[in-house]
């Protein structure tokens, strides 16, 4: 089988992992969110990352060689981009209170998935080969994310639809919606939630000559994790002192429980950068698919929300044409996903 395809399964088997997620959380004893975002924090952007740091590190190797090729401020760089990718991730949050679930969660994660496709290419060929990225980015890969892009505003106006008929949240909406606000979050979060794959370019050389390739984007996992990690405690500490709920972490009889929950989640929340490392590792050939495999990351996790809503039947009061229209944009983003790395394979 070829290493493209190779890659897209790996890419699926990780966001499908993913989607899991919120399963376990029902398990969660006496803790508000914020207290277990911090925890779980410990696990998805400490513990993990520096597990995927130990595959990247050959045998006889020690931990800090791995960053003594970088300089400082590249290493505080990336990690600064941790930290703008997790801030990214909640103000995409807040576009929903504004837009609207449908509408937020279609522009916020297209301009997420583009911007990380062309800001990574800008990055990488700019900083390590000194070429314009325009030039770097095959037809094909802008041809798929401009189908994507139908894709997403097609689910988008269904998702929309969906709320409308079933009357989610219209009251809130029509209190609380203020157009402007939604796109300025709904696109600034995107841009800044690419600084996952910002980061992951500017660390693209941060490996050791004898590592396998699918562990090479590791290494730099674990810096924007730090940056991450960072970012998410500080806000989380900040809903602790206001919602007065550090008396969350003085239970001790639903640690254990919690502690398990958290790692579970960490870990299905791990799965995609995992996957993402792993598929980079098989497309290194092709330097310009590596930026796509991110698009491809986001929008295959976008479209196995909808996926998993259509079998837990949330659309089952919606009307034929919103369903239908669900359908088409969902194809029509596959394909604009497939496309590039099938045309590389024709061309």
């Excluded at 919103?322 to 590039?340: A, E």
């Amino acid at each position: 089988m070829s290493d493209l395809y190779i890659a897209l399964l790996i890419l699926v088997a990780g966001t499908l992992i993913q989607s899991f997620r919120y399963i376990p959380l029902n398990m969660i004893q006496g803790w508000s969110w914020e207290s277990f975002s911090f925890v779980q924090g410990i696990f998805c952007y400490l513990l993990l990352p520096l597990w995927g740091v130990q595959l990247a590190l050959p045998d006889g190797w020690l931990f800090y060689e791995l960053f003594e090729q970088a300089s400082f401020t590249r290493i505080l760089t990336i990690v600064v981009a941790g930290m703008i990718w997790n801030i990214g991730i909640v103000l995409i949050e807040r576009s929903y209170t504004f837009l609207g679930i449908g509408w937020g969660k279609a522009l916020s994660t297209a301009v997420n998935a583009t911007a990380g496709a062309v800001l990574g290419a800008m990055v990488l060929f700019h900083y390590f080969f000194h070429t314009h990225p325009t030039w770097e980015l095959p037809l094909s890969v802008i041809v798929g994310m401009l189908i994507a892009w139908v894709g997403f505003v097609l689910v988008g106006a269904a998702n929309h639809r969906k709320n409308r008929e079933n009357d989610m949240d219209q009251d809130y909406l029509r209190l609380h919606a203020r157009r402007a606000k939604g796109l300025t979050a709904a696109v600034a979060g995107g841009v800044m939630a690419a600084g996952l794959a910002v980061g992951i370019a500017l660390g693209d050389d941060i490996y050791l000559g004898e590592t396998l390739p699918v562990y090479r984007t590791m290494p730099t996992l674990f810096l924007i994790g730090i940056g991450a990690f960072v970012s998410n405690s500080v806000y989380c500490l900040i809903q602790n002192i206001r919602n007065a709920t550090f008396s969350d972490y003085s239970v001790p009889r639903v640690w254990r429980m919690n502690i398990i929950v958290c790692l579970i989640t960490a870990v299905m929340e791990f799965a995609p950068l995992l996957a993402l490392s792993v598929a980079r590792g098989y497309l290194t050939p092709m330097p310009p698919l590596k930026h796509m495999a991110y698009f491809a990351l986001i929008a295959l996790t976008y479209m196995f929300s909808f996926l998993w809503e259509v079998l837990m039947q949330e659309w089952r009061r919606c009307s034929y044409k919103t369903v239908k229209m669900l359908g088409w944009g969902l194809l029509i983003l596959l394909i604009g996903v497939l496309t590039p790395f099938v045309l590389v394979q024709i061309l």
